[in-house]
Structures are given as C-alpha cells and as structure tokens.
C-alpha cells in the first residue's frame, strides 16, 4: 500500500522562535510583532504616533526597550498589561516557556524549565504559572458547546493511600484522595474542564447546563447521576453501558471525552508526577488551550497563547491562593 505524505507547509514563527529563545533583543521584538504587527501603538491612548526610546550615546535601544507616545507622552514597553508585567525575567525565557507550553501535548515541567533556562525553580514556576493563566479560557465570553456534546467525569490523584480516620472503618474516601474533575467535549470541536467539588447529580447537572447549548445532544457513560438531563436539552440523552463492555453504538459512544482525560492523566504521570488540589485547575487550563487550539501548527498556538496573555494580570497573592 503506497503510502501518502502530508504536505506541511512550514510556520513562520518556528524559524523565528529559536532566536526569540536565545537572543534577548530579538524576543522583545518577536513579542512586539505579535502584540501589535506592523503598527505599534500606545497602549494607553492607542495612538499609533509612538517611537522606540533610544540611548543618546550608542544609538541603540534602551535598556529597557522603551517606547514612547507622542500624544499622551506616556512611556511603556511590550510587557505592560499581560502576564509578564513588572517581570524581571528575560524576555527570552518567556518566549522559550510559551513555545514550550505549546508545544508539549502532555506539558513541560518547572524542572525542565529550570535546566533549560538556567534559572532558579521558583522563576520557572512563576513563568509557567502565568503562562497557564494566559491560556486560561474566558468563560462569560466562550461560545457554549453544540451539537453532540460528550460529558464525563474522572479523579485525578496519586495512588490511595493512607489518610486517617475518616471513616467509621478506618478507611478514607475517594473523593479524599482524589480530585473530580468534570468534562464535556463537542465532537469535533472545543473542550471545557474544570474542577469540581464532588460528582453527584446536582453538581454534574450544574457544569453541564454552564458550558452546553440546551439544543445540544448529550451522551454520557451509565453513571445515574446524569439521568433526566435529557429533559432539559433538545437533542435528548444517550448513553452506553461501560458495565456489560458497550463501548459504543453506532455514533453513541464517550470515547472522545475519556481520551481527553487520558492525556491530562499521562501528562500528570510522566510530566508533573503530583499535582494539588488546589492548582490542578491551572493544569486543566493549559491541557484544553493544546486540545481546543489541535488544529493549528505549533507556530499559530505560540502566537494564540502571547495574543491570549494580552488583557491578563496574574498578582503574586492570587497565583499562591487557593482555587474555590
């Protein structure tokens, strides 16, 4: 059987990014390209009347790599009002963890990012912390989910261990151990995760009726917790028995939905090794930004993550507080 050869037309910005990655100069331009294109404006007034600063001696760029408005006279540079705002680290090693992020199907790791940049674990994990942020999804603003909409949930945890007395017989429960986690997915399209508190009917019915169109049609495994949400879709309820090993019939099957887990699972396992509660949703993040952007080259998802990072502050206090 002849075999048939994918003609990939090649990125632009993969040619660029290894010199984003290296070069301190050129990452601050490649992320000012991606920031504003051809016409860089003021990023308080938008007008477009603005120059780079430069330094009266050398005749180069600024230290800083400063611009200036003519309008309003205000001074600013490619990193205010985004995720690396009042950052001290390279512009290079944000180009480096973005290209990174986008690139790894099941993560990359503060450790890895540690050996490769040369900087200290705790700059790593406040690098990919806010990279995650700036691929986290805008949920007032996403479209909801259409069509036939797959909805699952899952733990995701270590093995179980030993916990305390929580339970008249000395045992603790799963859902102590272990972290739900809620999915639906549009066949064919996008992905919407999230953490949740437990996985009984009312919470399970609350995420759905969050993220899914109510002309949406739902499939889900045997779990009685979704019975009745079918009432309240129009595309009705369907679901396969994983009990008696159905695994689908015909077009009514989960199994989108449980491959989306497997990979969060691989990339908690291989990648990350142990993920808190109280950060697994950061992780969701990154994991549905690599998922709902799979039809682009690794070139357009960059730039998609430093355009997403625009309009996004992540404060010290709020990346170390717990999520509700």
Known sequence: MKKTRHNLTKSRIVAEIPEACSDELAAVEFFEKQRWGNTPCCIKCGSVAVYQMKDAETGERSKRYLWRCRDCKEQYTVRIGTVYE????????WAYGFWRACTSK??????????HCQISYKSALFLMNRIRFAMAPDLPTAEPLTGIV?????YVGGKPRWMGWNTPDGRTTKADRKTPVFAAVERGGQIRRHVIADVTGKTLKAAIRQVVDPRSFIMTDENAAYKGIGEEFGGGHMTVKHRVKEYAR???????????F???????????????????????WQFDFVWNTRKMNDGERTV????????????????????A
């Open 86 to 93: 009042e950052s001290r680290l390279p512009m290079k090693h």
């Open 106 to 115: 099941k993560g990359i790791s503060a450790l890895e990012i540690q050996r």
């Open 150 to 154: 797959e909805v699952d949930e899952t």
């Open 250 to 260: 015909g077009p009514v099957n989960t199994n989108t939905v449980e491959s989306s």
């Open 262 to 284: 497997a990979l969060v699972k691989r990339g908690i396992i291989g990648t990350y090794h142990n993920v808190s509660r109280e950060y697994l949703h950061r992780y969701l």
């Open 304 to 323: 998609e993550a430093i355009r997403s990072a625009e309009g996004k502050r992540l404060m010290y206090s709020e990346a170390t507080a717990p999520h």
